[in-house]
T-cell receptor, first 108, second 113 residues
């Protein structure tokens, strides 16, 4: 089993819809978690950290479920500009692991 | 503006040639990283450095070398021993060592001639 797994997608979603991404991790010692956005042929950019209590930034909500070992990212009222690949990152003391990402296409 | 600058944006390597990718940051970050990304793949760690004059191998260090003589600079050399160097190379930095919260440069695309 891979240490960090994401559905590769692509997710094709109409504009205005709500999109949910999940990312599972296998090592229970993982300590911190992040979501990145990567546009085609560009560098990843940090979208948000994921806190135990869950956190929200505008249309974006991130949640952590330690018991089931997954993190999620919810995008509400999706925009065309949200089209990108979304990467989850899992951090433990000695390692940082990037998921392969989920591609999102927002359809007009 | 603070950030990370990678150069060149595109690089072509001939057989048997070593090439060096530049990475400079003015974020005053101690930790710096080099990743390789292949199409449809996640980022794989090549080397990282937590402090000047110190660096550690990542998951795929074979065929690569680095140096960290200055806090701001972390160049990566792709040696002729790396038989499949064609990839997108990304440099990153973080304020804390081994942090998943990283700032990335805009990458260098390396191809073989």
């Amino acid at each position: 089993r891979k240490e960090v797994e994401q559905d590769p997608g692509p997710f094709n979603v109409p504009e205005g819809a709500t999109v949910a991404f999940n990312c599972t991790y296998s090592n229970s010692a993982s300590q911190s978690f992040f979501w990145y956005r990567q546009d085609c042929r560009k560098e990843p950019k940090l979208l948000m950290s994921v806190y135990s209590s869950g956190n929200e930034d505008g249309r974006f909500t991130a949640q952590l479920n330690r018991a089931s070992q997954y993190i999620s990212l919810l995008i509400r009222d999706s925009k065309l500009s949200d089209s990108a690949t979304y990467l989850c990152v899992v951090n433990r003391d000695d390692k940082i692991i990037f998921g392969k990402g989920t591609r999102l296409h927002i359809l007009p | 503006d603070g950030g990370i600058t990678q150069s060149p944006k595109y690089l072509f390597r001939k057989e048997g040639q070593n090439v060096t990718l530049s990475c400079e940051q003015n974020l005053n970050h101690d930790a710096m990283y080099w990743y390789r990304q292949d199409p449809g793949q996640g980022l794989r760690l090549i080397y990282y450095s937590q402090i000047v004059n110190d660096f550690q191998k990542g998951d795929i260090a074979e065929g690569y070398s680095v140096s960290r003589e200055k806090k701001e600079s972390f160049p990566l050399t792709v040696t002729s021993a790396q038989k499949n160097p064609t990839a997108f190379y990304l440099c990153a930095s973080s304020g804390q060592a081994q942090s998943g919260a990283q700032h990335f440069g805009d990458g260098t695309r390396l191809s073989i001639l």
